[in-house]
Every structure is written in C-alpha cells, then in structure tokens.
C-alpha cells in the first residue's frame, strides 16, 4: 500500500515541478488555476520536495512479510511459526 502511494505522491509532484516550467506551465495551469498565483521557483522547490517524499514511500514503504518457519513433532509438520 505505501509503494502505491508512493508512486501518487511522486507524479503529483511531478505535476507541480512541471507546472513551474515554461514548457508544461501553460498547460497545467488551464486544469489547476489556483497554481498559477504561485511564483515559478516556489513552485519547482515544493514539487522537487513532494517527489522526494514519494520516493522515499516507494524506497522505504515495502510491507515486510514476517518469513514463515515450520514445527516439527518428530518428521511431521504440526504447523508454522513466525520468525
């Protein structure tokens, strides 16, 4: 679940660093006009920041399966313990 909303995080904040630009600002600030009171660095910093909280959810959010060990009674399996 975090790696997925790493992967949110990170292209939203790659649609505010591109929205700081000449080449892709035009255009997005058509679909979010509330970006365009913004001045174009300030804009390109918070959108490098929220990439790089993205990147740390994809890097860092992996769930962790705790690895499954078996019980022996004598050469039968009677169950499984997490380890």
């Not at 649609?15 to 080449?23: D, E, F, K, M, Q």
């Not at 970006?35 to 959810?57: D, E, M, R, Y």
């Amino acid at each position: 679940m975090k790696k997925i909303l790493g992967y949110i995080v990170a292209f939203i904040g790659l649609v505010i660093v591109a929205s700081g630009t000449n080449l892709f600002g035009t255009v997005i600030v058509k679909f979010l006009p509330f970006l365009s009171g913004i001045n174009s660095w300030t804009l390109i910093i918070i959108g490098l920041a929220v990439v790089l909280v993205g990147i740390f959810f994809l890097l860092g959010g992996g769930e962790k399966k705790m690895k499954e060990v078996p019980i022996y009674h004598g050469k039968n399996i009677v169950g499984y313990r997490r380890h």
